[in-house]
């Protein structure tokens, strides 16, 4: 399985982005994906979360400005992400429990970096 992110790049502040991250190999399941956010010194923090039912969860500091969704269909979550700040300037890393032929584990995918800065 990998997950595959993409969308970063660099946004003024109050501008909008969008990550896409996409889910491939030989899944069965896919119980839930979501965002974490990394910057210098600091531990990777939980941005947001989906599971397959659709219910989400956000850190507080993004509420009412990113939402999360998936399509199930093609294996994929998206983060829109508007009225960006410069304290959202991150390296967004897609993650996903997923059950493959392999059994269920955890992913990550590489690393897509968001600059907000004008």
């Known amino acids: 399985v990998q997950l595959q992110a993409s969308g970063g790049g660099l946004v003024q502040p109050g501008g909008s982005l969008r990550l896409t991250c996409a889910a491939s190999?030989?899944?069965?399941?896919?119980?839930?994906m979501g965002w974490y956010r990394q910057t210098p010194g600091k531990q990777r923090e939980l941005v947001a979360v989906i599971t397959s039912a659709g219910s989400t969860s956000y850190a507080d500091s993004v509420k009412g400005r990113f939402t999360i969704s998936r399509d199930n269909a093609k294996n994929t979550v998206d983060l829109q992400m508007n009225s960006l700040k410069s304290e959202d300037t991150a390296v967004y890393y897609c993650?996903?429990?997923?059950?493959?032929?392999?059994?269920?584990?955890?992913?990550w995918g590489q690393g897509t970096l968001v600059t907000v800065s004008s």
């Open positions: 993650n996903g429990n997923i059950r493959s032929v392999l059994g269920l584990a955890n992913y």
């Open positions: 190999g030989s899944i069965l399941s896919i119980l839930s």
